[in-house]
């Protein structure tokens, strides 16, 4: 379900407009009454969803790169057997929506600076996705279509 965050003076009204619509509008409550909540919980929520994603990817470019891939997959089948299918899932999305992804990640890096908090992990993760957006061109030096394969190469 569509969830859209909301959050100022008239985000009560704005929620009543939604109320018989398939989207859930929902109110973002910040410490001091912030007029960017919702943009606030977005970021938050991305950084998670698609830095996440971006981490994955890294991790399984560093092991391809480093010749352990395999023993690294066996490692996550054994501790964390979700993993191998998430990034396979992240390479794909990437792909196909890492160029916009790009921009995302920078807003969420200036995020974590203006909050005090590093924001070097979310300008990598931006690069990561630029990366990955370029890896079906010829210029990339690998197959088109080719998947987590091509993904990986255009990170390294």
Known sequence: RTRL?????RAAEVRALF????LEARIAEGAHGEPYAASAVKMAYAAWTKGTGALLLACRALARAEGVERTLLEEWGLSQPALRAQSERSADAAAAKGWRWVAEMEEIAASMAAAGLPPEFHQAAAEIFDRASHADEPSAGVAPGAGLDTVLSALT
């Open 5 to 9: 965050y909301l959050c100022g003076e």
């Open 19 to 22: 109320a018989r619509s398939a």
